[in-house]
């Protein structure tokens, strides 16, 4: 069964520090376009950063370039979100996304249509 497990989220102050993971597990083998959204308490979800199967290319929101970092590793099937300089507003529960198409280049956001169960980050003032 193929699943995608977040982890990594948790509290911390504004200027801080978190690393996300995101484990693949269940697919067959190959590289695919792979991302991270977020959905605040009442807001609608959206796209942080999104990186493509070889990991050449990567797209993140305005509202987080210079601040987080999106990578993987495609030897140990896991997505990685370095998030630093955190600010409040980054509060919310982050997902980990891929394409079910299993396309490595990516095509969107919309595109990203396969889910994790998500990790919480909470920043503080």
């Known amino acids: 069964q193929v699943q995608l497990v977040e982890s990594g989220g948790g509290s911390v102050q504004a200027g801080g520090s978190l690393r996300l993971t995101c484990a693949a597990s269940?697919?067959?083998?190959?590289?695919?376009?792979m991302g991270w959204f977020r959905q605040a308490p009442g807001e609608q979800r959206e796209g942080v950063a999104r990186?493509?199967?070889?990991?050449?290319?990567?797209y993140y929101a305005d509202s987080v370039k210079g601040r987080f970092t999106i990578s993987r590793d495609n030897t140990k099937n896991r997505l990685l979100l370095q998030m630093d300089s955190l600010k409040p507003e980054d509060t919310g529960m982050y997902y980990c996304?891929?394409?079910?198409?299993?396309?490595?280049?990516?095509?969107?956001?919309?595109?990203?249509?396969?889910w994790g169960q998500g990790t919480q980050v909470t920043v503080s003032s």
């Open positions: 996304a891929a394409d079910r198409s299993l396309r490595p280049s990516c095509f969107g956001w919309s595109a990203l249509d396969w």
């Open positions: 269940g697919f067959t083998g190959g590289s695919y376009c």
């Open positions: 990186i493509s199967g070889s990991g050449s290319s990567a």
